[in-house]
């Protein structure tokens, strides 16, 4: 999945991200930075995890994930403002190279969350 300027411009500015999962206990959400975001060499998003036990739980049984994301000092579809519709697969990563990119960057750390991209919708 190609990841477009405009979403590497969103991810530049201040705003939250909003991470949804499914459990077994129906739908959870949890919120991190757009700055946090970092991108791997192949168009992953490496998000830090500092808590998100939950997050983890129902990933380990669905890895399916939802992210929306936006800013409103982008220019989007319709003036200004600029969000976008993440949909992909993600699994927290506790070493390797992908940990210790975000391990320099976040002491608090545990995991990295690393999103692959199945696609990427501007939605406004």
């Known amino acids: 999945m190609m990841i477009t300027e405009k979403l590497l411009e969103v991810l530049k500015q201040d705003g939250v ?3 949804a999962t499914l459990g077994i206990d129906g739908p959870h959400m ?3 930075w757009n700055r946090y975001i970092t991108i791997s060499a192949d168009s992953r998003l490496l998000i830090p995890a500092g808590y998100m036990h939950h997050t983890e739980a129902n990933i380990a049984s669905n ?3 939802l992210i929306t ?3 409103s000092k982008v220019t ?6 600029a969000g976008f519709l993440i949909k992909g697969t993600a699994a927290f990563v506790t070493s390797g190279p992908d940990f ?4 320099s960057k976040f002491e608090w750390l545990r995991a990295t969350l690393a999103v692959t991209i199945d696609s990427a919708t ?3």
């Open 17 to 19: 991200v909003a991470i």
């Open 69 to 71: 994301l936006g800013s």
């Open 63 to 65: 890895n399916n994930v």
């Open 76 to 81: 989007g579809n319709h003036g200004p403002g």
């Open 100 to 103: 210790d990119l975000l391990k």
């Open 30 to 32: 949890v919120n991190t």
């Open 122 to 124: 501007q939605t406004w």
